[in-house]
């Protein structure tokens, strides 16, 4: 059976080809398949001197690099299992993944992470850093690895052979850990690269974490598998200059980051109102165009907007920029309709880590933006008494590591998935509908999906997070993080969005939360979801004060 390192091997025929290239020592340097290679030998030769068995864990907490890559291909190489984590998740977190999956080395980059959980750790496992001068016993990068010049071994994998644990987020209770084999993940690129494909010139830039399922299937081993260049983004912070000087021609993100950059765009354009309404005039042309609702007249008119408008604003995204994929979450209407009015082919899909991850997607000449797409290739769906999505696939997972029950409440028999997400199928295209857990019921025995509603009011450019409460209470609150402080005006634009909603979704009040959920805070996972109950305790007092005051 094929071993994920295979990936990299086929490509070792032209050891110059250059795969990826990252920023260092103040410039842009390029790595080529020989030299991750070589690097990934030389992990090897450090996982032989100590003694590393097939099926041992190692865990990874770095940032998108070339050794991020190195050593997974290294440990894949070698039959060992990857645990990749998050650099910038908190210490209890990533000791309790480091404890409950027995890894055996752990490599982080940051040295002051090391210290802090050789300190907590009762039985840490060897730490490796990439950075700094640490103490004993963490072991820094350059005395870890051998100089030696080894081949890049690759060793078979046995039938469902574990290539990796992958922690979910855990938007309640403890992370599980996804076990996921070398088969798993193989089947899931190749229904993938069916849909999107990809193209010798392609070049990715890499903006979201390896840790993230969706990144390391869609933006590592899908542009390895087809020899795409693929750059790693410095930060989020600098994403702009590195869209400008690296201009790459697929975007893998969530819908957050194109959030981002339509804000960014209306705020520039919000003094200059003949250039909006030129701007609004081209979204609208184009959307009827992508619809095919335009008449001939409206179509040259699009053409000629479109020359002249179109590429200063997807000049921001590089202007070379072909594909956009989005998931993760669900993408707001009026985000979609902007880019894809401008022009730019952006695709949503839909997958969890429990499948490898994806799930179904929408080709790039078959898109209808409001869907998650279409199933991939192998892959099975269908709905039960309760409208929940249930997945059937070579990707579905073996189960939760050391979580026999968890296991049980979701792989069915027949080896069917429940996913826990609310669905409708039409037309065999999927759409999510909430979340089975999210469902909210009122007092008065009705029940709504947030999501809905949420994603209707983050329509609204007003809004930057959004979240329904209101279980077991009369009517739903608004939770909401805004520019805006005033709730009258607040109330307002938010039914403005639930107008085409039943009357009993309408939020009767909305409290204007003081500052952003974010990781740091506690309030979104390391994927930038929402932690529902995180946010509810947050706010408890003024949830409570809402429903008495009114």
Not at 20 to 48: M, N, T
Not at 49 to 73: K, M
Not at 311 to 326: D, M, W, Y
Not at 405 to 413: P, S
Request: proline residues 7%; neutral net charge; glycine residues 6%.
């Amino acid at each position: 059976m094929p071993n994920l390192a295979s990936l990299l091997q086929k490509h070792l025929s032209t050891p110059d080809k250059i795969l990826y290239r990252q920023w260092e020592e103040e410039r842009w340097q390029d790595y080529s398949a020989g030299a991750i290679a070589a690097l990934a030998a030389r992990w090897q030769a450090a996982f032989r001197r100590v003694g590393l068995a097939r099926g041992e864990r190692i865990a990874l907490a770095l940032r998108n690099s070339t050794h991020w890559v190195a050593i997974d291909q290294a440990a894949l190489g070698f039959g060992l299992v990857v645990v990749p984590l998050y650099p910038n998740d908190n210490a209890e977190n990533i000791a309790w993944c480091l404890t409950d999956s027995g890894t055996r080395l752990f490599v982080t980059e940051s040295e002051r992470q090391a210290q802090g959980l050789v300190a907590v750790l009762a039985d840490p496992p060897i730490v490796v850093c990439l950075n700094g001068e640490p103490p004993a016993p963490i072991i820094a990068v350059r005395d870890w690895l051998p100089d030696a010049d080894l081949p890049f071994e690759i060793r078979p994998a046995d039938p469902g052979q574990l290539a990796t644990l992958v922690y979910t987020s855990g938007t309640t209770g403890r992370p599980k850990g996804v076990m996921l084999s070398h088969e798993n993940i193989l089947d899931n690129v190749s229904a993938v690269l069916e849909i999107i494909r990809l193209n010798p010139d392609d070049a990715l830039l890499s903006i979201l974490p390896l840790a993230h399922m969706f990144e390391r299937t869609c933006g590592y081993y899908c542009p390895l598998s087809a020899g795409v260049k693929v750059t790693y983004s410095r930060s989020l912070n600098l994403l702009a200059d590195d869209l400008a000087s690296q201009q790459p021609t697929l975007l893998i993100g969530v819908p957050r980051i194109f959030e981002r950059f339509l804000l960014r765009i209306e705020q520039k354009l919000a003094n200059a109102p003949f250039k909006s309404a030129l701007v609004k005039l081209t979204v609208l042309l184009g959307w009827r165009c992508f619809e095919n609702r335009a008449y001939f007249p409206e179509r040259l008119l699009y053409r000629l907007l479109r020359q002249h408008i179109a590429p200063p604003i997807l000049k921001r995204l590089g202007g070379r920029l072909r594909l956009a994929v989005v998931g993760g979450a669900p993408i707001e209407h009026r985000v979609s309709h902007f880019f894809i009015g401008l022009g730019l082919s952006l695709i949503q899909g839909y997958g969890l880590t429990e499948t490898s991850p994806v799930v179904s997607a929408n080709p790039p000449d078959d898109n209808i933006p409001d869907s998650v797409g279409l199933p991939l290739s192998g892959v099975t769906v269908r709905l039960n008494e309760k409208n929940e999505l249930l997945v059937r696939s070579p990707g579905v997972m073996q189960g939760y590591w050391n979580n026999p029950a968890a296991t049980a409440e979701v792989l069915l028999e027949d080896g069917w998935l429940n996913t826990g997400d609310l669905a409708e199928i039409a037309a065999g295209r999927i759409y999510i509908r909430g979340r089975t857990k999210d469902i909210l019921v009122l007092s008065n025995g009705e029940k709504l999906s947030p999501q809905d509603a949420e994603i209707a009011i983050l329509d609204d450019p007003l809004f930057e997070q959004a979240m329904l409460v209101g279980e077991g209470r009369p009517y739903p609150i608004l939770l909401a993080v805004s520019v805006e402080r005033m709730e009258k005006t607040l109330l307002r634009h938010a039914n403005a969005q639930l107008a085409h909603l039943p009357r009993y979704q309408k939020v009767r009040r909305v409290i204007a939360c003081p500052e952003p959920w974010t990781m740091e805070n506690g309030l979104l996972t390391t994927t930038q979801k929402v932690k529902r109950d995180a946010v509810c305790e947050r706010y408890r007092l003024a949830i409570e004060q809402a429903y008495r005051e009114r």
